[in-house]
């Protein structure tokens, strides 16, 4: 996002460009394609291999899906996707591994909710998180995940993070946890 000049992608629409529902690529479930998800550009600007949606979506460029494959990595879904105004391949990154792994102590804050905030079925659940750690040990050798209960993150492994880097993929920022 701090990228000046960049494109900024738009609310996730179908081939009828209807809007879809954007949080069900934060579920760490397998999805069914559903034809191809376009993104609307606005404003226009430098294009990225690694970008966020408006809904903190990852959308990637084919050379991310290379890399992904060089690499064994599996606990990911790539969902194909076009870019209004731009050729491709692009994808959305759908994490396949959600672990319990927020470390609350070290956290700089955690909120939870509460019956009194009126969504009961959210009740026990993070509500805010700043400042996000994790416990290591509980990670499981994972190279890529959202942790439990803030699926807003995306958590992946230094080898993975190394990567990355090594291929010069552009858009991304790391922040360690």
């Not at 191809?36 to 959308?59: M, N």
Request: glycine share 10%; charged share 25%; with cysteine.
């Amino acid at each position: 996002m701090r990228i000046t000049g960049r494109w900024h992608l738009r609310h996730p629409v179908d081939e009828h460009g209807e809007k879809i529902n954007p949080w069900q690529f934060t579920k760490g479930q397998w999805l069914e394609p559903q034809g191809t998800i376009r993104f609307p550009v606005k404003p226009d600007g430098v294009a990225l291999d690694f970008t966020l949606d408006a809904f903190l979506t990852p959308v990637v460029h084919g050379r991310v899906v290379q890399l992904f494959e060089r690499l064994g990595i599996q606990d990911v879904q790539f969902l194909p996707s076009q870019i209004e105004g731009h050729s491709g391949p692009y994808f959305i990154l759908n994490t396949l591994r959600v672990i319990r792994c927020i470390d609350d102590t070290r956290c700089e804050e955690v909120q939870y909710w509460k019956p009194e905030d009126g969504e009961p079925e959210k009740v026990g659940e993070y509500r805010f998180v700043a400042g996000l750690r994790i416990d290591p040990t509980k990670a499981e050798g994972a190279r890529i995940f959202r942790p439990w209960g803030w699926p807003l993150a995306l958590i992946i492994s230094e080898g993975l993070k190394q990567a990355l880097e090594a291929e010069h993929i552009t858009g991304t920022r790391f922040v360690e946890v």
